[in-house]
């Protein structure tokens, strides 16, 4: 009879720590998966700071390119218009001096025209450089600043 109680005694002590063990097993699986599902939200949130950078940057950039285009394509209607009508002066007037007269102010309007069109070109690209210092600047700040404050797990 003793020797049935210490036989039982036996086979119930390792069967107890392989519950014990079992236990164990299913919390560090519980664990582990909390510490990978922290993992990938802060791998996505540090990604969706990155694409917001991204966004902001080429938005600036697509307006540059915007105003950029879009000054083009006024300047050349701008000097489709102007040879037009200058073409038009110098080919129906009869008077040489008033021929003459339409040349210079053809060869000062183009100067001029050149001129304002390059200056709203360079101005364009201080306004992105601009941009680019303060906003994109700002945005990085920003997102440096929350990594840094980002308090670290113990868990």
Do not use: W
Request: net charge positive; aromatic share 4%.
């Amino acid at each position: 009879m003793v020797a049935e109680v210490l036989l039982s005694l036996v086979l119930l002590l390792p069967a107890a720590l392989l519950a014990l063990v079992f236990r164990q097993l299913q919390a560090c699986r519980v664990l582990l998966r909390r510490i990978n599902s922290r993992r990938i939200a802060s791998r996505s949130v540090i990604q969706k700071r990155r694409m917001d950078l991204m966004e902001v940057r080429n938005r600036t950039k697509l307006f540059e390119e915007t105003v950029s285009g879009g000054a083009s394509a006024v300047e050349k209607v701008h000097r489709a218009i102007s040879s037009t009508t200058f073409g038009l002066i110098d080919r129906f007037s009869k008077d040489d001096d008033f021929r003459e007269n339409a040349m210079r102010a053809r060869a000062t309007h183009d100067q001029t025209t050149s001129e304002f069109y390059g200056a709203v070109r360079t101005t364009n690209r201080a306004l992105h450089i601009l941009a680019d210092t303060l906003i994109i600047s700002k945005v990085e700040k920003r997102i440096l600043s929350r990594q840094n404050q980002r308090p670290s797990d113990t868990d």
